[in-house]
C-alpha cells in the first residue's frame, strides 16, 4: 500500500519561510509528474505547484509564484517545497500528490492526481 507522508509545516510569521517535504512509498516516483495543493477550510482543494517527473520543468499558480518553489529528490522518493515571504492568505493545510493520470501537470487540478497524505498545517500570522 502507497504511504505518502507530508511534513514540517508549522506556524510562522507573515514574511517568514518554510520547506515543506513529501515522501510517497513504495512507488515509481520517478515516473510521475508531482504536485502540491493547499486547502483552507470550506474552500476546494488548490493546486499551487507541479513539477515534472525529471524536476527540470514546473509549474506554480499566481498566487505564489515568486515565493514557492517546488523540487524533488527522484533518489530518495522526496519532493519539497520551499515558502518564501509567507502571506497570511498561505494558511492552510498543505498536501502533495502523484500525477497518475498524466492530465495534471498543467492543469494542477485535484481531480488528475492520486496518493494523498494527511498534509502538514501551516499557519501564518500577521
Not at 507573515?14 to 512509498?25: D, E, F, N, V, Y
Not at 502533495?96 to 492526481?113: K, L, P
Amino acid at each position: 500500500q502507497v504511504e505518502v507522508v507530508e511534513s514540517g509545516g508549522g506556524s510562522v510569521q507573515a514574511g517568514g519561510s518554510l520547506r515543506l517535504s513529501c515522501t510517497i512509498s513504495p512507488f515509481a516516483f520517478s515516473d510521475y509528474a508531482m504536485g502540491w495543493f493547499r486547502q483552507r477550510p470550506g474552500e476546494e482543494r488548490e493546486g499551487i505547484a507541479t513539477i515534472s517527473w525529471r524536476g527540470d520543468s514546473a509549474t506554480y499558480a499566481d498566487s505564489v509564484r515568486g515565493r514557492f518553489t517546488i523540487s524533488r529528490d527522484n533518489r530518495k522518493n522526496a519532493l519539497y517545497l520551499q515558502m518564501n515571504n509567507l502571506k497570511t492568505d498561505d494558511t492552510a493545510m498543505y498536501y502533495c500528490a502523484a500525477d497518475i493520470s498524466g492530465g495534471g501537470y498543467y492543469s494542477r487540478s485535484a481531480h488528475e492526481f492520486s496518493y494523498w497524505g494527511q498534509g502538514t498545517q501551516v499557519t501564518v500570522s500577521s
